[in-house]
């Protein structure tokens, strides 16, 4: 699957502005193109879009113990409500915990706008400022 991003135009000063994402700081290698990417597929938080430039990422890459099937210690993992025991003991984690501080996008938060059933939920007017 291609990684195509919402705002085009702004793309490239977006992932300049951007802080280390999950993919980065992890080196998981399921990044398009990535060591691990044919084996366990393209991470689910590099691709997910909703989550685009929450706390301040690209993508879902500083949101990602919200996004099932984020790869952690070598294994996929599940639901946010399986895995968030292990998240919050991520030194990632805790990394976009302490820069954030409190601009912070909680799990809960990003579960309500992954889930949400009304499409402008989803629209981000951030995203192409």
């Keep these: 699957m291609e990684y195509v991003p919402i705002c085009r135009l702004n793309t490239q000063s977006v992932m300049h502005k951007s802080k280390i994402n ?3 700081f ?3 290698g399921r ?3 990535g060591s691990k990417a044919a084996e366990f597929g393209v991470c689910p938080a590099f691709i997910e879009t909703r989550t685009h430039t929450i706390n301040g990422g690209v993508n879902g890459g500083r949101a ?3 996004i099932a099937g984020t790869l952690c210690a070598g294994k996929v993992q599940g639901t946010f409500a399986l895995k968030i025991g292990d998240c919050t003991a991520c030194s990632f984690y805790v990394l976009v915990t302490l820069e954030e501080s409190t601009t912070y996008v ?5 579960l309500a706008l992954l889930t949400s ?3 402008s939920d989803s629209v981000r ?3 192409c400022d």
Aim: charged fraction near 25%; charge should be neutral.
């Design 64 to 66: 990602c113990w919200a």
């Design 31 to 33: 990044q398009p193109g």
């Design 22 to 24: 999950c993919w980065q």
């Design 125 to 127: 007017d951030d995203i």
């Design 117 to 119: 059933t009304n499409p």
């Design 106 to 110: 909680t799990g809960r938060e990003i």
């Design 26 to 28: 992890k080196r998981c």
